[in-house]
Structures are given as C-alpha cells and as structure tokens.
C-alpha cells in the first residue's frame, strides 16, 4: 500500500542516531538471551517512571507486549465472569473485544453531543449499571475527543470499581494539557493506560504501560505469564525512552499534519471534528464505502470505522497527507 493511513501509526521513521543505539541495546540483549529476561523488567520501569514523571517511581509503573496486553491483564485481575466493565461508544474497539476474551461483561453507556461525556453523563451511567470496571479513552479513538479531569473525578467517586483510563494519544494532546496522570494521588483505583505505539513510532516493538497504584501492578503480577516482556523488547524500549526528546520531537510535526486536515478537510466539503490525536474523523461522506473503496483504487487506505457518513484518517507525514487530501477532491461527492 503507498499511502497507509488506516491504524493510527506513527508514519515518521525512527531517527537513524536514535535507530543505532537501540541496535547496540538489542545487539547487547541478544549475547544474553539464553537466559531468561528480568521478569520483573526494573530498568524498563524506572525508565517509564522518569518519562511519566508525577513523583511516580517503578512501583507505580506496569508493562506488558501492547496497551491491550496491559488492559486484557486488568480485566483478568479486576474483571472476568460475573463482573462488567463500563464503556461509551463509540471508542477504541478493543476495549469490548478484550472484555468479552476475559468473560467481562461489556455495559454500552451514552456520550453527550459531539462525543463528549460530562461528569453527569459519566455518574448516570456509573449508578444505572453498578461496574466493576470504568474503561475511559482519552483522547477518544476514533472521535480524537477529550475527557475532562472533572468527568474521571466525578466517575471515580461514584464507584468502587476500577477506573482506567486510556490515554494512547495523549502526547498528541495541546502542550500543557492536564493528564489523568495529574489525578492518581490518594486514588489507589485509578490506572492510566498508555502505549509507547503513537508518539515513540514503537507499533512493532509492541510495548504498552500503565501507571497507578503499586497495588495494581501486584495484582496483575498473579495473572501475567512468566517472562511475559522479553530482553529484547525490554533493551529496544529502555533505549528508545533514553531519547524521548528525539523521539517525541516527531510528535510536533503529526500534530501539525493533523491540524491541516482539520483545516483543509473542511474546504473539500468534509467537516471534521476536532482532534487531540494524531488522526482526524470526517463527515459528510455519504457513502463511506465507495469513498474507502475509491481510495484504496488510488493506492490510499484509510478507515471506516462504523460510524454512518463518516470516515477516519490517520495524520501522517506532509507527503502522505498532501497525497490523501489530492485523491480525496478527486472522488466525485
């Protein structure tokens, strides 16, 4: 495919300076690998911990293969039959799939207009369903929408259950944007989710966390497999944090691409919503099959996401996005 724009990946490639050192770290990993990995990974985490920041230390820091091996852990430990886990689509589909793997019920609540769930919106649902668990996205996928502090306040102190919040994209959001991170001070049923995917350009590497209270990383200690983070994706991830500045210098450049399709999206005719990601969803699409089909025709993919007239579309580089704002005014609306 010459244009993939379809699974929110970071398209910009690892700097080279960058792409070497983790080549040593692996390189050094490899001459060791007869051996098990260090199954508690205590660099990987204090390096998360420096990065997160917050006063957080490795105690309060988790790791597993991919943010959904982190959440699919959670609802072992917290979920599973008998229980249920609260969700408001639409929003990252992963969330349902994983719960229905763990025999966790998934309970749909409602979003308020323009995808966004107010603190009210959040209790009301909290009190008609009574979960075990509260899955928020933050930003939403595939709506780009924020959460609010005050919405996961008000969900916390409404249930006795866990609340986890997702934040994929949450390098993606304005700088100095609040961070559910700013919220887990003397709440021990917080747990705030992120991946190193998006914003480290790590899709393949495979390696997702979360902070929260050392009692949460104890728990998922009685459900995760042996060994289950290997010494090379522990020695990949541990030097890719030790240039977050580099890495995450991409960050501003995705974000610029994302806000010229929010700019430009709407001159061809497509409205789009605002986004603190790195991909945009647009409407306006009246046929969002022949629209994905026509642009897959031109080498060009993209996503429907299920959501009627709408499509998404991942911010990528400047070529890729010139390419896909060219092929789409070439589709006959």
Known sequence: MRVALNVNENTHPIPEAVARDIVEAVAGAILKVNRYPDREFTELRDSLANYVGHGLTRDNIWAANGSNEVLQQLLQ??????????????????????????????????RDDNFEISPGTAVR??????????????????????????????????TDG?????????????????TALDLLKGRPRLVVSRTMSKAFAFAGARVGYLAADPAVADALRLVRL????SALTQAAATAALA???????????????RDRLLLELPELGYPAWPSWSNFVLFGGVSDPHAVFEALLGQDILIRDIGIPNHLRVTAGTAEETTEFLKALARIER
């Not at 919405?151 to 916390?156: E, L």
């Not at 866990?162 to 609040?178: C, L, N, R, S």
């Not at 240039?243 to 691409?257: G, T, Y």
């Open 243 to 257: 240039h977050s500045e580099e890495m995450l210098a991409m960050v501003d450049d995705i974000k610029a691409q």
């Open 226 to 229: 042996p060994y289950h983070l």
């Open 162 to 178: 866990i609340v986890v919040v997702d934040e994929a994209y949450a390098e993606f959001a304005p700088a100095g944007t609040p």
């Open 125 to 158: 649902w909290i009190e008609r369903s009574a979960p075990d668990l509260v899955f928020f996205c933050s930003p939403n996928n595939p709506t780009g929408t924020p959460l609010s502090l005050e919405t996961i306040i008000a969900a916390y102190d409404a």
């Open 77 to 110: 430990a917290f979920g599973g039959p008998g229980r249920s886990v609260l969700g408001f689509p639409p929003t990252y589909s992963m969330h349902s799939i994983i719960a229905s793997g763990t025999g966790t019920r998934w309970v749909e609540g409602e």
